[in-house]
């Protein structure tokens, strides 16, 4: 079946469709799959290149100096000096070598090369070599060659384990649990509440509670960060409450989630079936029993829909647990974690790389477990109103 063929059965917009999601899907996926793979790479080859190349064998130029002269021995009319360039225990296979550091693979490995004044090298793959002179080595100083070396790939946890007990990214991880969990539950908790009540129930200034709500969606989190905090230290001080503490951030994510939820969840459930509401009604149900054993379990598609976004915003969070939780080392989330990482260790990859991919791996579960009702839930959420 020719190309032609091919994008008239699919048709031409469905096909742009397709190519134009494939390239946000690879743009997505490819710094993920960086990340990764740079935080299992050996740290020397991370240097030297990209992840990219970090399942083939990487090439790295080394200078070193042979045995020295004193071990030399005589065969016929030449000196020779024999050893291993990788005595030292490193290892990996040479594949050129040099005398000048201008052109550090000027001889193909295996292949002897003429230094001049009776001089000769050879230097094997397996790292074995023989440098051999007419002359006596006696008095001079031990050779320096340079050495183009390919390593084979290495894949460590060791990247991980300096991450999760020596940086303190350990007890970050478990301050953003600590931290994204309940702000995540508490406004779906109240925000269902209060969007079957909007829905269902009739009572005197639904439609300017409505209103509010759809009002404060679009205020600036910066611009009542401050007024929260002036508020929360005030009730702090008047009833001797701790300032830094979990249940300041919880609350205070709870305060920031709740306009988006409970309009989410209120267009959802009102566009949920009348007949059934009323068949509940009938039968003598009350709201609370209507809401446990027939709202939530229809509403779950939105629930976790806007739990996916309210688990990112918070895991995510750097400026409101900064300000709500404190700056201390114990007392830090992943991203200040991280973010601490970066002045301190700016030039270290594999520590970076790591913690980043620590940093991603609990919003990456959670959007794949719940991935397919995201859609489903905003749509219907979008179209639908009472």
Not at 80 to 87: D, H, M, Q, S, T
Request: with cysteine.
């Amino acid at each position: 079946m020719s190309i032609a063929t091919r994008i008239r059965r699919v048709g031409l917009p469905r096909l742009i469709v397709h190519i134009s999601v494939l390239f946000v899907v690879l743009l997505w996926l490819l710094p993920t799959l960086g990340i990764l793979v740079s935080s299992l790479r050996d740290k020397d080859q991370l240097v030297v290149s990209g992840w990219w190349t970090a399942f083939s064998s990487s090439s790295q130029t080394q200078a070193l100096r042979l045995a020295d002269p004193a071990t030399q021995k005589q065969e016929g009319d030449r000196f020779i000096i024999a050893g291993n360039v990788f005595e030292n225990g490193a290892g990996g296979k040479v594949s050129a070598f040099g005398v000048r550091v201008q052109d550090p693979e000027a001889f193909p490995a295996g292949e002897a090369a003429d230094l001049g004044d009776g001089e000769s090298l050879v230097i094997n793959e397996d790292g074995t070599y023989q440098y051999s002179k007419n002359a006596s080595f006696e008095g001079s100083r031990a050779k320096r060659v340079y050495l183009a070396v390919a390593t084979p790939p290495i894949f460590t946890l060791d990247n991980y384990r300096t991450v999760l007990a020596s940086e303190g990214i350990g007890q970050s991880f478990v301050n953003s649990l600590t931290v994204a969990i309940p702000a995540t539950v508490i406004p779906i908790l109240i925000a269902a509440f209060a969007a079957y009540a909007l829905s269902w129930m009739k009572f005197t200034g639904r439609s300017l509670i409505i209103a509010m709500v759809v009002g404060l969606i679009v205020v600036p989190l910066q611009m009542s960060l401050i007024p929260l905090l002036q508020l929360y230290n005030w009730i702090g001080n008047v009833f001797g409450v701790p300032s830094k503490t979990y249940a300041g951030i919880w609350l205070a994510h709870t305060a920031f989630g709740l306009p988006l939820a409970i309009y989410l969840l209120r267009n959802y459930i009102a566009g949920l079936p009348k007949e059934i509401i009323e068949s509940a009604r009938v039968d003598g149900a009350s709201d609370f029993e209507i809401f446990v054993k027939i709202v939530l379990p229809l509403s779950f598609p939105a629930l976790a829909s806007f739990s996916i976004f309210q688990f990112l915003w918070t895991w995510n969070d750097l400026l409101v647990a900064m300000v709500f939780l404190g700056t201390q080392k114990d007392e830090l989330v992943l991203t200040g974690a991280l973010n601490a990482l970066l002045g301190s260790r700016g030039g270290n990859w594999e520590i970076l790389t790591a913690s980043a991919f620590v940093t991603i791996v609990v919003p990456l579960c959670v959007f794949f477990a719940l991935q397919r009702y995201l859609v489903r839930g905003l749509l219907t959420g979008s179209v639908k109103g009472g």
